[in-house]
């Protein structure tokens, strides 16, 4: 590690979570470490940081042979830059700071990329959806796609209003993995349920019924998205 310290909050959440998604332990380079030292002099917050590896692992995973691994972080550097965007754009115009010139365009063009990035990642649970025969699951990913489309051509055309947009995502996140939950058989949704009453385990005893039930939710929402192959309908996680 040539740069920072390695105890750095910022720089070990970044560590953790790349070779987390790698899934095979290996000490980053000193390029690798250079690079989150770039993102942090640059003011990247560390969840953009950690949504561009998530968002590039997530691309990789559906595409990649099988058997080849992500090596450098810097495969993230473009992902990470366009999210930084994305979030100086979003918090720009709820502050009702004007954005102008290439700040905007640049901001409204990552938006774009992202809006498109998940319309594709929709289509491919579409495409997953229909090998599996969930129909009702394929009609919903079906109309969110049409949607997502529709999102994409409005902030092409200069209609931008971010606090919406996110809205939007939120209710179409929600339609899918109602749509997945309805479209698996009873018998699988019940072994979902089960592991997750499982992971909570002793943990549950010490947390408020309110906490519990959150953390539930959120669990099995996680295992519906991994058993579909959902994507999570955000601007950011």
């Known amino acids: 590690m040539s740069r920072g310290d390695s105890a750095d909050p910022y720089y070990r959440a970044i560590e953790d979570e790349f070779v987390r998604r790698r899934g095979a332990s290996m000490l980053l380079s000193p390029r690798d470490w250079n690079l989150i030292g770039d993102w942090k002099e640059s003011g990247i917050p560390l969840r953009v940081v950690l949504q561009g590896i998530h968002n590039v692992f997530d691309s990789f995973e559906r595409r990649a042979p099988a058997g080849r691994r992500i090596n450098s972080l810097s495969y993230c550097r473009q992902e990470v830059l366009a999210l930084h965007q994305i979030d100086r754009t979003l918090h720009a115009t709820e502050a009702g700071r004007p954005t102008t010139g290439a700040a905007e365009t640049s901001g409204v063009a990552a938006l774009v990329r992202h809006m498109g990035r998940l319309h594709r990642q929709v289509r491919e649970s579409m495409a997953a959806a229909s090998v599996a025969r969930r129909d009702l699951l394929v009609g919903c990913l079906a109309r969110v796609a ?22 939007r ?50 669990r099995l929402s996680r295992s519906l998205r991994e058993t579909c192959r959902l994507p999570r309908l955000t601007l950011f996680e």
């Open 146 to 167: 049409a949607e997502l489309k529709t999102l994409r051509r409005d902030l092409k055309t200069g209609v931008f209003d971010p606090q919406g947009l996110e809205d």
């Open 169 to 218: 995502l939120r209710c179409l996140d929600e339609d899918m993995l109602t749509a997945a939950r309805t479209s698996l058989t009873p018998d699988t949704l019940t072994r979902l349920e089960d592991a997750v009453g499982e992971a909570l385990g002793p943990a549950a005893v010490r947390m408020t019924p309110e906490a519990v039930e959150r953390t539930r939710s959120a």
